[in-house]
């Protein structure tokens, strides 16, 4: 079986699907790896330290063609569809609810197309594979250390020959798995952290991390899969009111809500962002082409406003830190590939409960029910 592994074409992108110590072992297990040249130079692994590993060095038309299974990291371009044929495997963060498009190329071309986001994340067999929990979790560290690089004050407290600085207050916003990692971070930087989610159940685990969870007065923001739903309008008027208040008694905002498959919930309106004073550092986790939580925060970019207060796009923190992430996106991919190998065969079964979810499309077919829903 022949994994290939593509070079990341899309701007700001670092990581790469598989390193070296991933392509090891696969070779190791009978696999023939190909990898397009220069793909992990940005994650800092070189051509030749796939060769030592056992891979094989190849142009992008060979990696793409001779691949049984093609692993990356974001969703295909043009090229990647056009050239994939019947019987390939595609694994990757395909976003396969906000390109519905480009899965319905991969169906007609009767592609099996895995895309990781879509990963049942409360089956406990599931961990492993999980994508988005190893790469949210790098980006929510990289969004407090990138909150205090920009701050003009200290994060801790410091009592010093020369008086007593107070520590900076940090509020995050959605304590998924991103929200979580970032509190985390902020506390061993001695900041004073609180914590707000619409899911309750987010409380326990923002309090284990010694911050303080401000509870929300949206009742049942809790969706499915442990996810949160989209709230009503009017719910995310009286979400903006409530949170107002809070953004303007802390230093640093960082924002990581998400819905899947949805536009991110606006959760700092224009009027907090215009009376933020300055200093005030907004991170924008969930800023995308969509929008993001942060009014007016801009993809890749920041922005500074009127008063002086920063708001940064932080589209793809995990890319920044392409080594790490790309180590552990390779050992979720590798724990994918294992999941459907049977005795040195391919095997998925569609009906499975991981896979079920994980399938994008699989004989032709669109199996996947959110996708399913969204389609028609
Ligand atoms: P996510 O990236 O989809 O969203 C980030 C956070 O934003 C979530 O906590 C969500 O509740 C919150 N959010 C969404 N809309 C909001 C709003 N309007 N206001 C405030 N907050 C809002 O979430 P995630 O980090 O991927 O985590 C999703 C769930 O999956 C969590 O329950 C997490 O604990 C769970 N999870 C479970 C496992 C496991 O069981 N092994 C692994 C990973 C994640």
């Given at each position: ?119 049942p994340r409360t089956v406990s067999r599931s961990q492993a594979m999980d994508v988005l929990s190893s790469q949210a979790s790098i980006a929510g560290y990289k969004a407090t250390l990138l909150a205090s690089n920009l701050y003009a004050k ?9 008086g007593t600085v107070k520590p900076a207050k940090v509020l995050v916003l959605g304590t998924g798995v991103a929200g979580l990692q970032a509190i985390g971070t902020a506390k061993r930087l001695g900041t004073v952290v609180s914590g707000y ?134 050992k979720n991919v590798q724990s994918i590939i294992n999941a459907f190998m049977v005795d040195g065969a391919i095997q998925i079964d569609p009906t499975d409960e991981v896979f079920k979810g994980l399938l994008a499309t699989i004989d032709g ?12």
């Open positions: 079986i022949v994994v290939s592994v593509l070079k990341e074409n899309r701007g700001h992108e670092k990581r790469v699907a598989l390193d070296p110590e991933v392509t090891k072992k696969l070779v190791k297990n009978d696999f023939e790896v190909l990898i397009e040249a220069g793909a992990g130079k940005l994650a800092l692994f070189a051509d030749a330290d796939y060769e030592k590993a056992g891979g094989k060095i190849v142009d992008r038309q060979t990696a793409l063609t001779q691949g049984n299974i093609v692993v990356v990291v974001n969703e295909p371009g043009d090229d990647t569809l056009a050239a994939l044929k019947s019987g390939q495997i595609i694994i990757g963060l395909l976003s396969a609810l906000l390109v519905p498009d480009k899965i319905q190329r991969l169906a007609d071309a009767k592609v099996t197309a895995i895309s990781c986001e879509l990963l200290y994060f801790p407290m410091m009592i010093t020959a020369a989610d619409v899911r309750a159940a987010s409380k326990g685990e923002v309090e284990s991390l010694g911050a303080t969870f401000l509870t929300s007065t949206v009742a049942n923001g809790a969706g499915t899969g442990g996810y949160a739903r989209e709230l009503t309008t009017e719910e995310h008027q009286a979400q903006q009111a409530e949170l107002a208040g809070f953004i303007a008694q802390n230093d640093i905002i960082i924002t990581t809500a998400q819905v899947p498959g949805r536009k991110p919930p606006l959760l700092v309106p224009q009027t907090s962002v215009d009376q933020a004073q300055a200093g005030t550092i907004f991170i924008d986790l969930a800023a995308s082409d969509l929008g993001g939580n942060v009014a007016s925060s801009q993809p890749f970019a920041t922005v500074t406003t009127a008063q002086g207060a920063l708001i940064v796009g932080a589209s793809n923190l995990a890319s920044e830190l392409s080594n790490s992430a790309s180590q552990l996106f390779a077919e669109i199996i996947n029910a959110r996708l399913r829903k969204i389609m028609n």
